[in-house]
């Protein structure tokens, strides 16, 4: 089936019956939509130079590790459907059991201004001269070190390890804050876990934040739980309940809106994202 290209697609012609298809550039195989065999997209077709897209490298160091390590599995969602599936650690391309989808596995070193959309099941690492404006970014995993203007969605772990203001949307499962790190996050951060060693501004809906004895939060929060460990500390508004409730619905309808009074938690004044 052929169709207008899209950004970062081309047109593959299937080897056995010879039907087209739209294809994502960064593919090294897929199966044909007609009669379902296997196609070798580098056999069948050109790529273009994709200049963010990681360098394949089949020498003989790339070929001596992989016999050295040990082949890994990890589950994987598609992005599409949501279908869970088994992916080998030296695979870096696949296709959804369920929709067909490609996916990408690889990962991704942003190292300069960047703008375009990336979308792999690997890790995308933002370096210290990263600067990243993308209006999407959907990844496995990620590392911050430079700076985060557009949007950013991981379904696994994000480290963040800079300092300065990110003002891009971040939504991860896992967002940990390294030490020595001093962030504003200008939009609201939504996760699942938090977890702060460093200084933090922000906004936060999550289930569980943990604040460790070099962390330090300012801001509000909305969680279904906190922690502070002795020497963490905490300024600001807590709520504690369903993360991503308004205040309003956070707090038992039989009590009024009250602000608790902060406590003393061992040597932080208060109660307490590399």
Same mark, same amino acid.
């Given at each position: 089936?052929?169709?207008?290209?899209?950004?970062?697609?081309?047109?593959?012609?299937?080897?056995? +019956?010879?039907?087209?298809?739209?294809?994502?550039?960064?593919? /090294?195989?897929?199966? +044909?939509?007609?009669?379902?065999?296997?196609?070798?997209?580098?056999?069948? %077709?050109?790529?273009?130079?994709?200049?963010? %897209?990681?360098?394949?490298?089949?020498?003989?160091?790339?070929?001596?590790?992989?016999?050295?390590?040990?082949?890994?599995?990890?589950?994987?969602?598609?992005?599409?459907?949501?279908?869970? $599936?088994?992916?080998?650690?030296?695979?870096?391309?696949?296709?959804?059991? $369920? +929709?067909?989808?490609?996916?990408?596995?690889?990962?991704?070193?942003?190292?300069?201004?960047?703008?375009?959309?990336? $979308?792999?099941?690997?890790?995308?690492?933002?370096?210290? !001269?990263?600067?990243?404006?993308?209006? /999407?970014?959907?990844?496995? !995993?990620?590392?911050?070190?430079?700076?985060?203007?557009?949007?950013?969605?991981?379904?696994?772990?994000?480290?963040?390890?800079?300092?300065?203001?990110?003002?891009?949307?971040?939504?991860?499962?896992?967002?940990?804050?390294?030490?020595?790190?001093?962030?504003?996050?200008?939009?609201?951060?939504?996760?699942?876990?938090?977890?702060?060693?460093?200084?933090?501004?922000?906004?936060?809906?999550?289930?569980?934040?943990?604040?460790?004895?070099?962390?330090?939060?300012?801001?509000?929060?909305?969680?279904?739980?906190?922690?502070?460990?002795?020497?963490?500390?905490?300024?600001?508004?807590?709520?504690?309940?369903?993360?991503?409730?308004?205040? !309003?619905?956070?707090?038992?309808?039989?009590?009024?809106?009250?602000?608790?009074?902060?406590?003393?938690?061992?040597?932080?004044?208060?109660? %307490?994202?590399?």
């Amino acid at each position: 089936m052929a169709g207008n290209k899209g950004p970062g697609q081309i047109t593959v012609a299937c080897p056995h +019956c010879h039907a087209k298809q739209q294809e994502s550039a960064f593919a /090294k195989s897929t199966f +044909c939509r007609k009669c379902g065999k296997h196609i070798d997209l580098r056999k069948v %077709a050109e790529r273009p130079d994709i200049p963010f %897209a990681p360098k394949e490298n089949t020498g003989f160091f790339q070929k001596f590790t992989r016999l050295i390590q040990r082949e890994k599995f990890r589950e994987i969602h598609c992005f599409a459907c949501d279908a869970k $599936q088994t992916v080998s650690s030296f695979a870096e391309s696949g296709s959804c059991v $369920q +929709c067909g989808t490609y996916m990408d596995l690889r990962d991704f070193k942003i190292t300069g201004n960047f703008s375009r959309a990336v $979308q792999t099941h690997g890790t995308v690492a933002v370096g210290k !001269s990263g600067d990243v404006t993308s209006s /999407k970014i959907l990844c496995g !995993s990620a590392f911050i070190l430079g700076k985060v203007h557009g949007n950013l969605q991981c379904t696994g772990e994000t480290r963040v390890k800079t300092t300065g203001r990110l003002t891009g949307a971040i939504e991860s499962q896992t967002l940990v804050v390294e030490k020595r790190s001093d962030v504003e996050f200008v939009r609201p951060l939504r996760v699942s876990s938090l977890e702060i060693h460093g200084k933090v501004s922000a906004r936060v809906y999550a289930d569980t934040v943990s604040i460790t004895k070099t962390g330090e939060l300012e801001g509000s929060v909305h969680a279904k739980s906190i922690k502070i460990e002795k020497g963490g500390i905490f300024h600001g508004d807590l709520f504690i309940g369903k993360g991503e409730l308004e205040q !309003s619905e956070l707090l038992p309808k039989t009590k009024a809106t009250k602000k608790k009074p902060t406590q003393d938690m061992g040597d932080q004044p208060t109660l %307490a994202l590399a």
